[in-house]
């Protein structure tokens, strides 16, 4: 035999054992389509197959039926806390606005004392300066019918030297009794 004779038939080999494989695989396909098609016409041909359910067994029922009710019993719930949440913020916002009205008021009452105390402290200024206008022995005789507290307060906002001329005037238990009060005016205040 010649190198060409081996050739030829080494080729051929080849070409016979790649035909069998291609065959081979032609009918497993073949007989695998064969199967799955009879398997997909006998459900279809099968008479109760469309009227077939899929009934959960009686343990499922129940199962079912507890979860329907806990999902009510959270839809429930969640609608208790939505309507809560809305009430916590209308209450939020009516604290706010009256906590501004609040504020308000507050500010007004300030300027209100503020004013008040501007005014009351300009009476006391002009009743000293009267007071201050008057002779000592005259004064004196006022203060002399004051209560001793009301009377420290006068004193102690005047100029000196008339305060003493006015107490200079007075009785001696009165006096005595006016000092007392000057004296002890800011003993209750911290030194330190």
């Not at 035909?19 to 041909?45: C, E, H, K, M, P």
Request: proline share 4%.
């Amino acid at each position: 035999m010649t190198s060409r004779g081996i050739g030829r038939t080494g080729r051929g080999s080849l070409v016979m054992i790649t035909g069998l494989f291609v065959g081979s695989a032609l009918i497993r396909a073949g007989v695998g389509a064969d199967q799955a098609w009879a398997r997909n016409t006998n459900g279809l041909s099968d008479p109760g197959y469309a009227s077939q359910s899929c009934e959960p067994a009686g343990d499922t029922d129940a199962l079912l039926a507890a979860l329907s009710e806990r999902e009510k019993r959270v839809e429930t719930h969640e609608a208790k806390l939505l309507n809560r949440a809305q009430a916590l913020e209308v209450a939020g916002r009516e604290i706010a606005r009256k906590m501004e009205k609040l504020r308000a008021a507050e500010a007004r009452l300030r300027q209100t004392l503020s004013m008040a105390d501007d005014a009351a402290e300009g009476d006391i200024s002009q009743l000293v300066k009267v007071y201050e206008a008057m002779k000592p022995k005259e004064a004196a005789a006022l203060f002399e019918e004051m209560n001793p507290e009301f009377a420290a307060g006068f004193l102690g906002r005047m100029r000196p030297e008339f305060a003493a001329g006015v107490m200079a005037n007075l009785s001696p238990q009165a006096a005595y009794t006016v000092s007392v009060v000057l004296a002890g005016r800011n003993a209750d205040v911290p030194t330190r």
